[in-house]
């Protein structure tokens, strides 16, 4: 096997076109383990972990935090995301161990498109943008259209992920992961939920409980529509009773080695409720 350890991005995205079945690597946390159950067996490994502008968190956009798609999960739960994301930075720190965290990117969660993501119910809920680079163009992708199924997704062989950018919301927001133990563990059923003060709306985004990220538009709607949502306003337990019920109503969970797909459901209605009644304190 040839590893090739790019330094500039021009490289990286050079030996992707050269290399038909070349595979990219950035943390290596997914896609060392698929290599070790000989799941997949690259000729060519592309190393994105040297190449810096992957790895910053910029704000040059007004309103947008802009994360590299090579930053690690231990930047990623510190300051300014903590702050500005705080959703994602309370995801980030679910993600595996200490030792995973200082590895695993954005980029990874991305490129390897699970549903049990811990990143990817953050991206739904905040309507990030995913940037992806050629060696001659680029595009820029809402991650509703990105993701496309169980470890699917748009992204070309030829293009890399290089940035995700993120909507700074005022309000409040927060993500829970329910799994079979408290660390190390790949969630049974996930929400994040984004409660825009400004705008006076709520957002829901569920993880693990359907083939891909699953918003939850008709919850969403029925909550606006019914209660006021600005800054200051409240929430009773049956109304977050009720809006945890219509957003399990949505999901479209699997039995599995994991879970029962009753059990996803009950665990997402919890989820939603508690996270709604904590935007609203
Ligand atoms: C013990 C253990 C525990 C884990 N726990 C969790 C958990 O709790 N939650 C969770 O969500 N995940 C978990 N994971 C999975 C993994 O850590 C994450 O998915 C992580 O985000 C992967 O990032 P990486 O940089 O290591 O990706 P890699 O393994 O380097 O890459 C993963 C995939 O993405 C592609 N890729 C990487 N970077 C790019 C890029 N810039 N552009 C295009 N494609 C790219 C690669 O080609 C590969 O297909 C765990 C893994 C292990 C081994």
Redesign the pocket.
Known sequence: MTVIVAKELTTALTALREHADA????????????INFNHVKPTTMIS?RDIDS?RTVRRDQPGILSIG??V??SIIEEEPVLSDIPALAQ?AR????P??RA????????????P?????PVMFALDAMIH?NTLDSSRVVSIHDFMTGVKRSV?QHD????SIDFPIVKGWQGYS?V?VRNA????VASTCLVADHQNATVRIALGSVGPTIIRCREAEAWLKANHDLSAGASISLDIAGEFGKRAAAESSPIDDHRSTAAYRRHAISVLASRLLRKAYQ
């Open positions: 595979r990219l690597i950035q943390g290596g946390t997914d896609l060392m383990v698929e994105l992957l798609s090579g690690p999960y995801a679910t993600v595996g161990s030792q995973i590895a695993g990117s954005l980029g990874g969660n991305l490129g390897t498109c699970s049990a993501g811990d990143t990817l992806l992204r293009e890399i992920i290089t992961k799994g190390m563990v790949i969630s």
